[in-house]
């Protein structure tokens, strides 16, 4: 049986509630009427906190934006920082998906992820965070066809076709039952056992879902005392700039102010103070016509027309400077930046500044933030989902089944490329020491081509046409004894006569080598390969047997080093090689082959 808390220790919801307030409270007026002395102080000076001084006046208030629904479905809606604020992380943590892994097919891992795209399981996730973000706090609620959503969830009760989907419910929509916690022992001990579902929420109105069956998430954690006033959950990431972004937003609107400010003029009216303090309104009106007739009449050509008694100038000491509004601007951006733990480059979308900036270290660190919120937030619930996902789709899992997130930093053409070229090598030498069969190298490359972008060629057609058992690596069936691989003889170079064509000397490809390669050494078992890919100039290694294999074709030595080639059948069609005499050079052989 698992360890349980006994109800009556759990706290009730006013009793809970009203304790935080006054804990609160009492906490408040503590700071607020006491003077810190634990830093630098110079009393003379005035230096320091606490120390009468303008500095010593400041403080932090409460200021619950996070239950004003309103102002903040305002400030989303209609304020640009905001929605970066709320959108960007929440779009980051979701966009790549995931890896499925686990004892899978490739066909089965490509159903998984073609039922995730039609239940938009990701979009929904994605809008789950968003209001969590939002409003501090949302559920995603797992629908499983035919279950009662009140039961805890069993995910081997799941049936063909039962999973629905996900449906995202932010915390205006239901209520945590305070009085009723988990007690069960695990992470989410002392949480919310059921959430009710109210009268204006979408679907299961008046219900009441287990916890199990929810994806959970908040905006920033809060203490136990300041989330029991939240009703267990969190407050929203506005909540924490609010100041900072009323200050961003008021200093670019009083820059757009002070652009029609930057470049004033004087007309110098005589007899103007009496005329406003005492003329009538048709003097007035005559005034506001002569002004605008004045403006009116400037043209392009710099004249102004006045009277001979008015002067009209520019008034140079009453220009606005707009020296250092932009550094002012981008110190503002950088708080808010920080704030929202997230680089410049990805919440303003600027370039990345200084010499030979790239930005690939903030977006690196960035990127691995992301990462660890979505290994802390969304591996477990994500997991589980998957799992009712493969039960509906009737995939059976194992333990092992699991998922991880796709990286978000993205390859260029040139990593893709090594990557590829690295993959290429990793499969083929499996391959060529019959690790895995010619069906699951094909099957490794086409599913590299993910990363990639390389070997997406490879069809259902060409795997199922490939062969589903290793093939033995070269030498391994020798008859006589097992080979021994060779060692590389000295100073060993090819000339470029002693190559025999391919199509008279009937070669067969070394496994995982390019048949018209450049003339690079390759070492296989009993020697080495002068050329990259062929059989056509061998060189002996030391403590050659007297027998091996190198590709489909069986070599036979004799004293004088003189080796016998039997071509293995190819097409129906049978080639017979004999390699007549060596060359001078060191244990230096040349094949030929005749029909």
């Known amino acids: 049986m698992k360890n349980k808390i006994p109800r009556n220790q759990v706290p009730g919801l006013k009793g809970a509630a009203r304790a935080a307030r006054t804990a609160d409270s009492k906490q408040r007026k503590l700071l607020l009427n006491t003077v810190t002395r634990d830093s630098f102080q110079n009393f003379i000076a005035k230096f320091g906190v606490g120390t009468d001084n303008l500095t010593s006046a400041g403080t932090y208030g409460f200021n619950p934006i996070s239950r004003q629904r309103t102002i903040l479905e305002w400030a989303h809606r209609g304020n640009w920082l905001s929605g970066c604020a709320v959108d960007i992380i929440a779009d980051d943590m979701t966009r790549a998906g995931v890896d499925i892994v686990g004892n899978l097919q490739p066909e089965q891992i490509e159903q998984l992820e073609t039922a995730a795209t039609t239940l938009k399981l990701w979009t929904c996730i994605n809008q789950t965070a968003k209001w969590a973000r939002l409003y501090g706090g949302a559920i995603g609620v797992l629908l499983i066809d035919g279950q009662d959503v009140s039961t805890p969830l069993r995910v081997e009760t799941v049936a063909r076709g039962q999973f629905k989907g996900i449906l995202p419910l932010d915390r205006w929509m239901v209520e945590p039952d305070l009085n009723r916690r988990v007690r069960t022992l695990g992470p989410d001990l002392g949480m919310p056992e059921w959430y009710k579902v109210i009268a204006t929420a979408p679907a299961f109105v008046g219900e009441r879902i287990h916890y199990s069956r929810v994806l959970r998430m908040t905006g920033i954690e809060l203490p136990y005392w300041q989330s029991m006033m939240e009703n267990l959950w969190g407050v929203s990431v506005l909540e924490r700039l609010w100041d900072r972004q009323l200050a961003f937003d008021s200093a670019t609107t009083g820059i757009a102010q002070l652009i029609y400010k930057c470049y004033l003029r004087t007309l110098k009216v005589a007899g103007l103070r009496d005329l406003v303090s005492s003329g009538t309104d048709e003097q007035m009106a005559g005034l506001a016509r ?306």
């Open 290 to 595: 002569y002004v605008d007739a004045t403006r009116r009449f400037q043209s392009v050509e710099g004249f102004t027309l006045i009277d001979g008694e008015d002067e009209f100038g520019e008034n140079t000491g009453a220009s606005v400077s707009m020296t250092g509004v932009a550094d002012a601007m981008t110190q503002i951006g950088q708080q808010l930046s920080g704030a929202l733990e997230m680089p410049l480059t990805r919440l303003f979308g600027q370039a990345p500044a200084g010499l030979n900036a790239t930005g690939e270290s903030d977006m690196r660190n960035y990127y691995d933030s992301i990462n660890h919120r979505q290994k802390t937030t969304l591996l477990v619930p994500v997991t589980t989902m998957y799992r009712c996902l493969a039960a509906s789709e009737g995939i059976q899992v194992d333990e092992g089944f699991g998922i991880s997130f796709r990286p978000l930093w993205q390859l260029s053409d040139t990593e893709k490329s090594d990557v590829a070229q690295k993959t290429s090598e990793a499969v083929g030498g499996a391959y060529d020491r019959g690790i895995i069969s010619p069906k699951v190298a094909l099957q490794e490359l086409r599913q590299s081509a993910k990363t990639t972008g390389i070997f997406s060629n490879i069809t259902d057609q060409d795997i199922d046409a490939a062969e589903d058992e290793p093939v033995p690596p070269a030498g391994s069936e020798a008859e006589g004894g097992e080979a021994q691989e060779g060692e590389l003889p000295g100073n060993v170079t090819l000339d470029a006569s002693m190559r025999v064509p391919a199509d008279k000397a009937g070669y067969v490809e070394l496994p995982g080598a390019t048949k018209d390669g450049d003339c690079n050494v390759v070492a296989v078992q009993g020697g080495i390969s002068l050329q990259k890919g062929c059989c056509n100039n061998f060189a002996l290694g030391a403590g050659a047997p007297k027998e091996f294999k190198c590709g489909s074709c069986k070599f036979h030595t004799d004293k004088v080093g003189v080796f016998d080639s039997t071509s293995a059948a190819r097409g129906g069609a049978a080639a017979d090689a004999v390699m007549r005499g060596t060359s001078a050079r060191d244990n230096v052989s040349r094949f030929t082959a005749y029909d």
